[in-house]
Antibody
């Protein structure tokens, strides 16, 4: 059974940093591109970042470019999102999602990031 | 990259059909056959319902169907059931720079 389990969400002050993790199981992690998608409270879904199977290519939404870094450790079946210079508008539930044929076929349960002083 | 445009709400009685539109541009919806649709119940993660415009993943009822014409994609839910009441989001590939764009979301109510 495919499972994606996010962790690392927390309350952080504006300007602060946070690292999210996504532990994958039930599939060959190294063969799938992975994405982060977020959802602000009461709002819609927003693509955040993506990474290729080997981690050699990374992509970012304009809203997080230069502040967030996506990475993966295929030996640990884990996806990461290093978040810096956090702003109030970054407050959201962050989901990791497996990319499949230009869609997302599996999602984690999400981890909540609160940005507030 | 602007979000794709969806109607805020749609509704139908049990057994009826409802169709949700998703309008983008030639840089996303109109440029690629890579539109997907997601169902999200309150407090839950999204669930893939349609990929590549009209393909259904295993386990998704055939009451759900997708199509596309020009810059607008559509999701039709036939034979509405109470459990179909949820938020629905479309998404499209948007090229090598932007990768993905989501729709604004549509709340489907089963009357």
């Amino acid at each position: 059974e495919v499972q994606l389990v996010e962790s690392g969400g927390d309350l952080v002050q504006p300007g602060g940093s946070l690292r999210l993790s996504c532990a994958a199981s039930g599939f060959t992690f190294s063969t799938y591109p992975m994405h982060w998608v977020r959802q602000a409270p009461g709002k819609g879904l927003e693509y955040v970042s993506a990474i290729s199977t080997d981690g050699g290519s990374t992509f970012y939404a304009n809203s997080v470019k230069g502040r967030f870094i996506i990475s993966r450790d295929n030996s640990k079946n884990t996806l990461y999102l290093q978040m810096g210079s956090l702003r109030a508008e970054d407050m959201a539930v962050y989901y990791c999602a497996r990319a499949y044929r230009y869609s997302y076929d599996y999602w984690g349960q999400g981890t909540l990031v609160i940005v507030s002083s | 990259q602007s979000a794709l445009t969806q109607p805020p709400s749609a509704s139908g009685s049990p057994g009826q059909s409802v169709t949700i539109s998703c309008t983008g541009t030639s840089s996303d919806v109109g440029g690629y056959n890579y539109v997907s649709w997601y169902q999200q119940h309150p407090g839950k993660a999204p669930k893939l319902m349609i990929y590549e415009v009209s393909k259904r993943p295993s386990g998704v009822p055939d009451r759900f169907s997708g199509s596309k014409s020009g810059n607008t994609a559509s999701l039709t839910v036939s034979g509405l059931q109470a459990e179909d009441e949820a938020d629905y989001y479309c998404s499209s590939y948007a090229g090598s720079n932007n990768l993905r764009v989501f729709g604004t979301g549509t709340k489907v109510t089963v009357l």
